[in-house]
C-alpha cells in the first residue's frame, strides 16, 4: 500500500473515531464531500499534522463545501 493510500485510510479511521460514526457513515461523508480529493490535493502538508488537526481540518473542509452547496 502506498504512503498516500495509508494516509487515506488514517484519515477516514481517525474521523469515524472522533465523531463516533461507523465505517459505511464515515465513507458515506468522505466520498460525498471529495474529502479524498482534498486530502490527495494537500498530502505534501496534512500528512505532518496529527489526528486531532487533520480531523478538524476536514471537518472546516466539509463546512466549506456543505455552504458552497
Not at 24 to 42: H, K, M
Request: with cysteine; hydrophobic share 35%; net charge negative.
Amino acid at each position: 500500500m502506498n504512503k498516500e493510500l495509508q494516509y487515506k485510510v488514517f484519515c477516514l479511521e481517525s474521523y469515524k473515531s472522533v465523531h463516533n460514526v461507523s465505517g459505511s457513515e464515515a465513507l458515506d461523508i468522505f466520498n460525498r464531500y471529495n474529502v479524498f480529493t482534498y486530502l490527495e490535493r494537500f498530502y505534501d502538508i496534512l500528512h505532518t499534522t496529527g489526528r486531532l488537526y487533520i480531523v478538524n481540518d476536514i471537518d472546516e473542509y466539509i463546512a466549506e463545501q456543505k455552504a458552497e452547496g
